[in-house]
């Protein structure tokens, strides 16, 4: 069955810092990648996602990630963080089964920039 | 357009007793899924319908969980009866039928957080 490893449960960071979480999967074959982020109070979100083409994908409020398939890894990266991106990040996985989607999340990483 | 709304926002219950949780999915979408977070670990599939059918409900714990989607349209997950470790945040998210598409971006709900004392 395949995994999800997000290796930093808890990062502090102060504004203006960049930021980078990491995340690797265990699946040998063709996925799908997610980033999901989930405010204080509000719903999971969809930040971005990798399906095919261009490993370096772009998402909302500034973020990106990179899909390195040798690594199996899809990193989410922002330059510059601000105070309103505290929140959890979920990545996430399905894997390519031509129809049916069975999405598996990593344990979430809790985002706290101080002002 | 509206999200997936999930209802109760909160539940406390006693072991033992019988929960009955709700989601209506975005209009439209064929593809209803059900999740749960136990605090501090990963958010778990635990099944999937496609329309009123179950696709896939390998991640179901136990049979004390029991969930229905009749008519294609909301979907309740019923657990019953109640346990500890039953405790967690349930997810519903919905994503739509898309011709030719593996796969596809599902929109989640809010959540309910469920409390077994």
């Known amino acids: 069955a395949q995994s999800v490893s997000q290796h930093n449960h808890h990062v502090i960071l102060s504004e203006a810092a960049s930021l980078e979480l990491g995340c690797n999967y265990s699946?040998?074959?063709?996925?799908?990648l997610f980033w999901y982020v989930q405010y204080p109070g509000q719903h999971l979100q969809l930040l971005l996602k990798?399906?095919?083409?261009?490993?370096l994908v772009k998402g909302i409020k500034g973020f990106e990630a990179e899909f390195i398939k040798s690594k199996f890894s899809f990193n989410l990266r922002k330059p510059s963080v601000q105070w309103s991106d505290t929140a959890e990040y979920f990545c996430?996985?399905?894997?390519?089964?031509?129809?049916?989607?069975?999405?598996?999340f990593g344990t979430g990483t809790k985002l706290q920039v101080i002002p | 357009e509206a999200g997936v709304t999930q209802f109760p926002s909160h539940s406390v219950i006693e072991k033992g007793q019988t929960v009955t949780l709700r989601c209506d999915p975005i209009?439209?979408?064929?593809?209803l899924y059900w999740y749960r977070r136990v605090m501090g670990k990963e958010i778990k599939f635990l099944l999937h319908?496609?329309?009123?059918?179950?696709?896939?409900e390998s991640g179901m714990p136990n049979n004390r969980f029991l969930a229905e989607r009749t008519g294609g349209t909301y979907s309740t997950l019923k657990v019953q009866p109640a346990e500890l470790e039953d405790s967690g945040v349930y997810f519903c998210?919905?994503?739509?039928?898309?011709?030719?598409?593996?796969?596809?971006?599902?929109?989640f709900g809010p959540g309910t957080r469920l409390t077994v004392l």
């Open positions: 998210a919905s994503s739509p039928k898309l011709p030719g598409r593996s796969t596809d971006t599902q929109y």
């Open positions: 699946y040998g074959g063709t996925v799908n």
């Open positions: 990798y399906f095919s083409g261009d490993p």
């Open positions: 996430a996985v399905i894997p390519y089964s031509g129809g049916y989607q069975k999405v598996t």
């Open positions: 209009s439209g979408h064929d593809n």
């Open positions: 319908f496609v329309k009123e059918s179950k696709q896939d």
